[in-house]
């Protein structure tokens, strides 16, 4: 089996690219019980708006994410509570080591104020085999779907749309605040099938597919972002209608979708 991958993103409005602090990213294996596993690794993080170089932290997040080999440098976490408590005191020595270096007065003082992302990370594993799984780890409102036959079977955290609005939990860069976010990780996992699909949607979409699931709107929800020709043009077009009819909130928007197929796919399809 093999996992085809898309992301979308829309910066807020009046916002260019440069200024957008989501990220998505994922990698083609994924490192589990010591093992190199044949899988994916993915992961999106939402950098705390105004937050000291949030896009930075999100970015460093990532990479180290979807690390699959630890001989390559700081590897992603194991999806259990110990490794993934040691994985954040890890990002936040090595924020730290480099925030301070070369930094202006000022700098050091917005550093020591710290920086928020909300993050969501997992791997598909056995992709060799007849039973695939995912599971992840999440942290804060950027939301995890599973969908199967355009029907939600699975999310992650486990929220409501109305669970939105309130400040939201993250991974800090100041290390006061570790064993407070250990304690605030959520953990999901299950079984996978050719076809299903994995989105992952940072808060001001991931709020707005929550509603829509929620009023009973699913299926033309999930029929349209799994469609395989979506254009990026056609989902930015789609996010500027739910934000000009205030459906929405003005944040910036990043969408990565993950399929399940039987096999590699014999052509790519390349936007223009």
């Given at each position: 089996?093999d996992?085809?991958?898309?992301s979308?993103?829309?910066?807020?409005p009046?916002s260019?690219?440069?200024?957008?602090e989501d990220?998505?990213?994922?990698?083609?294996?994924s490192?589990?019980?010591g093992?190199?596993?044949?899988g994916?690794?993915?992961a999106?993080a939402?950098?705390a708006?105004?937050?000291?170089?949030?896009r930075?932290?999100?970015?460093?997040l990532l990479?180290s994410?979807?690390?699959a080999d630890p001989?390559?440098g700081?590897?992603?976490?194991?999806?259990?509570?110990?490794s993934?408590?040691?994985?954040?005191?890890?990002?936040?020595?090595q924020w730290?080591?480099?925030a301070i270096?070369g930094?202006?007065?000022?700098?050091?003082?917005?550093?020591?104020?710290?920086?928020?992302?909300?993050?969501?990370g997992?791997?598909?594993?056995?992709?060799?085999?007849?039973?695939?799984?995912?599971?992840?780890v999440?942290?804060?409102d950027?939301?995890l779907?599973?969908?199967r036959?355009?029907?939600?079977i699975?999310?992650?955290?486990?929220?409501?749309?109305?669970d939105?609005?309130?400040t939201p939990d993250g991974?800090?860069?100041?290390?006061?605040?570790?064993?407070?976010?250990?304690?605030?990780?959520q953990?999901?996992?299950g079984?996978l099938?050719v076809?299903?699909l994995?989105?992952?949607?940072?808060?001001?979409?991931?709020?707005?597919?929550l509603?829509?699931d929620?009023r009973g709107?699913g299926g033309?929800?999930?029929?349209?972002?799994?469609n395989?020709?979506l254009h990026?043009?056609?989902?930015t077009?789609?996010?500027?209608?739910e934000?000009?009819?205030k459906?929405?909130?003005?944040?910036?928007?990043?969408?990565?979708?993950l399929?399940?197929?039987?096999?590699?796919?014999t052509?790519?399809?390349?936007y223009q």
């Amino acid at each position: 089996m093999d996992v085809q991958r898309v992301s979308f993103y829309v910066p807020k409005p009046g916002s260019t690219r440069e200024e957008w602090e989501d990220g998505a990213a994922d990698g083609p294996q994924s490192w589990a019980g010591g093992r190199i596993e044949f899988g994916r690794r993915f992961a999106v993080a939402d950098g705390a708006t105004e937050a000291y170089a949030a896009r930075r932290w999100v970015q460093q997040l990532l990479d180290s994410f979807i690390t699959a080999d630890p001989a390559e440098g700081a590897a992603g976490p194991e999806i259990d509570s110990a490794s993934v408590h040691r994985w954040m005191e890890a990002m936040q020595q090595q924020w730290q080591r480099r925030a301070i270096t070369g930094s202006s007065p000022f700098e050091q003082a917005k550093i020591r104020q710290g920086t928020l992302a909300t993050f969501v990370g997992g791997q598909i594993l056995k992709l060799s085999t007849t039973h695939p799984t995912w599971e992840a780890v999440a942290l804060g409102d950027s939301v995890l779907f599973h969908v199967r036959r355009d029907r939600l079977i699975g999310k992650l955290p486990k929220l409501r749309a109305a669970d939105f609005g309130k400040t939201p939990d993250g991974v800090s860069t100041l290390s006061a605040r570790l064993d407070q976010m250990s304690r605030q990780l959520q953990f999901g996992k299950g079984p996978l099938e050719v076809g299903d699909l994995i989105f992952v949607a940072t808060d001001a979409l991931a709020q707005w597919m929550l509603a829509c699931d929620e009023r009973g709107d699913g299926g033309r929800l999930w029929s349209t972002l799994s469609n395989p020709a979506l254009h990026p043009d056609v989902f930015t077009k789609l996010i500027d209608e739910e934000r000009r009819t205030k459906a929405m909130n003005d944040d910036d928007v990043t969408l990565l979708r993950l399929r399940l197929v039987s096999q590699a796919p014999t052509a790519v399809m390349v936007y223009q």
